[in-house]
């Protein structure tokens, strides 16, 4: 017999999924053969003993049933299915109808945080105190921008702002009286902490997790994807067996004409008497093949949805910029870089005497990974024999950071 905890864990998985274009609800949405609510609370059953209680969609109460026991194992006893509601706080309400009367301490977990390492679990249930609700939080990296319409209208200040995540865990009877005069008010809230900071409770932070991203769209599926099979943590058919601890491979390639305005900007490099390439930033075509490569490997989009004309900060940056703000996006991920190989094609600047210098800038661009730099022309066909412009092709690996899995 399993002791009774005073610890539950509302376990979120009612949404419909719109956004992920998947044709089911979220959380059966496969990530590899096992789906994202099986890895969610494939975390929630590695972390300390506690009620669970599984909110699902109308209609797939079976599904999630049969999801929840083979993922509890010998806790099986500890799980509950409930059905949730239109809205997320109405499915909440419902788990917090099927809580056992000695829970104490609740908390409520987004099935789309699937890979939440279950040590977060854990630190969010030890903070939780009989008055003070607990959020497990991220810094904001991103430079943030106030806009009105299409124009920029001022800064904002990051280091007031945190990005939450889940589980975030609150005192059972403040939690309730909670949900209760929210239910009176008929006011929805877009997480659990805001409606509790709400009814006058106070919410304190502790560090969050990379890994406990939420999964919304095919992009963040993708990236899933990838931080298990880097980590040798996939899950494939029986007869297929996982490549677990190979690094991650992308690819990436640019094109810039010339025809920019001052001198040219290349492989980080600043070229007096050359003619510059055209683009939104400086054109320096080597570094933003580099940057799809990352991307790419690590399912983290492509260049233009990161540093594209919608972010008018990065108007004549460098490489530099450009690599630095990757190597970061690919850390907050969970991900070191490996090594990057790129290749020019175009008859000028002649690229091998500066060969080394270059390498040296994009490597310390990117915290010491190695670079290697090549160049060919292209005997005089296509644009870049005509000397129209350059085109590049960069590879790169990623290997998870087994640091940040914790």
């Known amino acids: 017999m399993l002791p009774v905890p005073d610890t539950a864990i509302i376990v979120v998985a009612a949404g419909s999924g719109t956004r992920l274009e998947a044709g089911a609800p979220k959380a059966l949405v496969g990530i590899d053969s096992r789906s994202i609510l099986r890895h969610a609370l494939d975390g929630v059953f590695a972390a300390a003993p506690a009620q669970v209680i599984v909110v699902a969609p109308a209609g797939f109460e079976g599904d999630v049933e049969t999801e929840a026991r083979e993922a509890a194992g010998d806790r099986v006893d500890l799980v509950r299915v409930v059905t949730g509601g239109s809205t997320r706080q109405q499915s909440v309400s419902a788990g917090l109808a099927a809580l056992w009367g000695d829970v104490t301490t609740v908390l ?12 977060q679990i854990d630190a969010v249930v030890a903070a939780v105190t009989a008055e003070v609700g607990v959020i497990p939080a991220l810094p904001v990296v991103d ?21 939450a995540q889940t589980p975030q865990g ?20 877009t997480d659990d902490a805001a409606l509790f900071a709400a009814a006058g409770h106070l919410v304190r932070h502790i560090d969050g997790a990379a890994r406990a991203f939420k999964i919304t769209t095919p992009s ?50 600043e070229w007096p008497g050359e003619p510059a390439l055209s683009g939104h930033s400086d054109g320096d075509a080597v570094a933003h093949a580099i940057v799809d490569a990352l991307l790419g ?52 600047p002649r690229f091998s005497a500066r060969r080394a210098e270059a390498e040296g800038v994009l490597s310390a661009a990117l915290g010491g990974a190695p670079v290697s730099l090549t160049a060919t022309t292209t005997d005089g ?3 870049p ?7 590049v092709t960069a590879i790169a690996t990623v290997v998870p950071d087994d640091s940040r899995n914790v």
């Open 170 to 189: 609150f005192p059972r009877a403040l939690l309730e009286s909670a949900y209760a005069a929210a239910l009176s008010s008929g006011v929805e809230y």
């Open 385 to 391: 024999g005509r000397g129209e412009g350059i085109s």
């Open 297 to 348: 490997a690590a399912g983290l989009g492509d260049i233009g949805q990161h540093f594209g004309t919608a972010h008018p900060e990065y108007a004549g940056a460098h490489a530099e910029v450009f690599l630095a703000r990757t190597r970061q996006l690919l850390a907050e991920a969970g991900f070191v870089i490996g090594n990057v190989s790129a290749q020019f094609q175009g008859n000028r």
């Open 143 to 163: 430079t943030l921008k106030r806009v009105d319409g299409g124009t920029v209208v001022g800064a904002v200040d990051r280091s007031e702002l945190a990005a």
């Open 108 to 119: 409520v977990h987004d099935a789309a945080r699937a890979l939440t390492p279950p040590a």
């Open 220 to 269: 963040d599926l993708e990236r899933a994807r990838h931080l298990l099979v880097g980590a040798g943590e996939v899950h494939s058919a029986p007869t297929h067996h996982a490549r677990g601890g190979l690094p991650l491979v992308g690819i990436g390639t640019d094109v810039h004409a010339f025809g920019g305005e001052g001198n040219l900007w290349l492989a980080g490099l």
């Open 381 to 383: 066909l296509g644009f």
